[in-house]
């Protein structure tokens, strides 16, 4: 997996107040709002795009325009509709499919419970939002069932990722030939005994949601 940490001192600022656990849960959706729009940037830096030409008041300019099926957005539920939003904002056109997934706490496995999704993804360029990649279970199942359904090429934005998870990842789509990257605004030390990233923010669905 390509992995790419945005090093930025906007970034930076609101990730450490995103981190602060005296956040309060507006504040908190605000910043994962703000932060995702920021990695979004870096995310799409491989977006495909297709050759136009358009008109302007003076002359012919050559440009580009989204190329079509356009890219497909999956926040991974809960947490990852926080970063929905500012997700669709950079791409209007974007189709939206979901993915509900939990995280076994006792045995940190990742569990499915809803999927909505279109059948086909042949050829789609897939972009998975997802807060938290700790030890990547969540993220490789999603990403699984996205090569699946025929998706060929996978970008996840991640707020916070632990190297545990990063190796995971690579062990298990090691000899892939579908490239998988991974935007992240920070890479943390490591997991705790609870499979908590250290020292992450804590658990992200709560601190967007509340405690369920
Ligand atoms: O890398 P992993 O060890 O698999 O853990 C990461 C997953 O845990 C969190 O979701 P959680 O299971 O808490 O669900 P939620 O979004 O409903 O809170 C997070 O949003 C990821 O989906
Ligand atoms: O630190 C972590 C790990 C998994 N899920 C979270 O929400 N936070
Ligand atoms: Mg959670």
């Known amino acids: 997996m390509e992995t790419l940490v945005v090093e930025h001192p906007l970034v930076a600022h609101k990730l450490t107040a995103l981190r602060d656990a005296r956040t309060d849960s507006p504040t908190f959706r605000r910043l994962a709002d703000e932060l995702v729009t920021l990695l979004a940037y ?20 050559r440009g580009v325009r989204l190329a079509q099926p356009y890219p ?15 997700m669709t904002r950079l791409l209007p056109t974007a189709e939206v499919g ?4 939990i995280r076994n ?13 279109p059948d086909d993804l042949s050829g789609r360029q897939v972009y998975v939002v997802d807060p938290m990649l700790a030890t990547g279970g969540t993220l490789a199942a999603a ?25 995971h990842m690579d062990e298990a789509f090691a000899g892939s030939d579908r490239p998988i990257r991974l ?12 499979g908590y990233i250290v020292p992450g923010l804590g658990d992200a669905g709560d601190r967007l949601y ?3």
């Not at 706490?105 to 999704?117: F, G």
């Not at 935007?183 to 609870?194: G, I, P, Q, Y």
């Open 42 to 61: 870096e995310a799409t830096r491989h977006v495909r795009v297709t050759g136009v030409t358009v008109e302007t008041p003076v002359a012919k300019a």
């Open 105 to 117: 706490e006792e045995t940190l496995k990742a569990e499915t419970y809803a999927t909505r999704l």
């Open 72 to 86: 497909l957005v999956v926040p991974i539920l809960r947490a990852g509709l926080g970063m929905l939003d500012g």
């Open 143 to 167: 990403i699984r069932f996205l090569f699946d359904r025929g998706a060929d090429d996978v970008t996840a934005l991640c707020l916070l990722a632990a190297p545990e998870g990063i190796a």
């Open 210 to 212: 509340g405690v369920v």
């Open 183 to 194: 935007v992240t605004a920070a890479l943390d030390e490591r997991l705790n005994e609870h």
């Open 98 to 101: 979901f993915l509900g997934m």
